[in-house]
């Protein structure tokens, strides 16, 4: 069995560690676990309706001393979710330093079909659009999430984040001003914490987690100097994992995987070098005829 360990890699004279934990709450879980991934028991946990954030809190306890350590925390369902071993997120960060910031979202039809998280949220999750856009008019941030659409490089369904003790002391602070700002709102704080429509080993789970996995895709929208970088969704992996979810034998995985990547590059030419930019329903709505490939039509 391999040992579970902490990561040190080195660029020249700068030093980067790197941890990522990996979360289990049952003690048959451990089974399920990455090898390179070190296990962190939450089998006693007072806040479980919370999910990640009260986690990341107690981790960060562990690491913030160190400037030069990266570290982050994955759910037991890491296999599950991603189809794969954790070496090849291992990998790619070693190959790409200089980041305050590495996150992977696994799910690159979503970020390919939607304007933004939070209308695909919606569907789930009945009212966090409208409970969303209420936060961000308090916040006197200037979004339309009707009709703002998100760079696919903001696209972010889960907490799959590897930070330094800059991008964790920023999102720590801004997520605690938006906690702040429900818990002021009584229709805000029932949405927040009421339950939504989906369940976990048969217990209701609140919105909470819904919410604070989605809005790092604002968080980021608003850094000026947060270095930071999504795993690509233009590589082998994705092609891959699509591939073995929706059928290798009948091509069906490939096609999803060349149309999703075909609708992300027509939200790359819209949005430029802008992580937020206008989508037109005409070009970018749900039912709009642009989503699917074969009967897009070019146009001047």
């Not at 291992?90 to 079909?113: C, H, K, M, Q, S």
């Not at 999750?125 to 760079?151: S, Y």
């Not at 979810?245 to 149309?259: A, I, L, P, Q, T």
């Not at 790359?268 to 699917?292: Q, T, V, W, Y």
Request: proline fraction near 5%.
């Amino acid at each position: 069995m391999a040992v579970r360990r902490h990561f040190l890699f080195l660029y020249g004279d700068c030093i980067m560690y790197v941890t990522i934990h990996q979360s289990y709450y049952e003690n048959r879980q451990q089974i399920l676990l990455d090898p390179l991934f070190v296990p962190y028991d939450n089998i006693v946990n007072p806040t479980p309706q919370l999910r990640e954030h009260p986690l990341h809190v107690k981790i960060y306890d562990m690491h913030k001393k160190d400037l030069n350590h990266h570290w982050g925390l994955v759910s037991w369902k890491w296999k599950q979710k991603i189809g794969a071993s954790g070496k090849f997120f291992l990998d790619w960060i070693r190959t790409n330093p200089g980041y305050d910031l590495y996150f992977l979202d696994p799910n690159i039809v979503e970020a390919a079909i939607y304007k933004n998280t939070f209308i695909n949220g919606d569907i789930s999750h009945p009212g966090l659009l409208k409970f969303t856009q209420e936060l961000l008019n308090k916040l006197e941030i200037d979004i339309n999430l009707l009709n703002d659409g998100f760079h696919p490089s903001l696209f972010s369904t889960c907490t799959f984040w590897i930070g330094n003790k800059k991008f964790w002391d920023r999102w720590f602070a801004f997520w605690q001003k938006c906690v702040e700002i429900i818990e002021q709102d009584k229709k805000m704080y029932s949405f927040m914490y009421g339950f939504s429509r989906k369940t976990h080993l048969g217990h209701p789970i609140i919105n909470y987690p819904f919410v604070h996995e989605r809005m790092i895709s604002i968080f980021l929208s608003q850094q000026k100097n947060l270095k930071w970088i999504q795993y690509p969704f233009d590589s082998d992996f994705f092609h891959y994992r699509l591939a073995k979810e929706y059928g290798e034998k009948n091509e069906k995985g490939s096609h999803v995987y060349y149309r999703s990547m075909y609708l992300i590059h027509k939200k790359l030419l819209h949005c430029g070098s802008n992580l937020i930019a206008e989508m037109p329903e005409d070009k970018f709505g749900h039912d709009s005829l642009f989503r699917f490939p074969e009967t897009y039509k070019r146009t001047k």
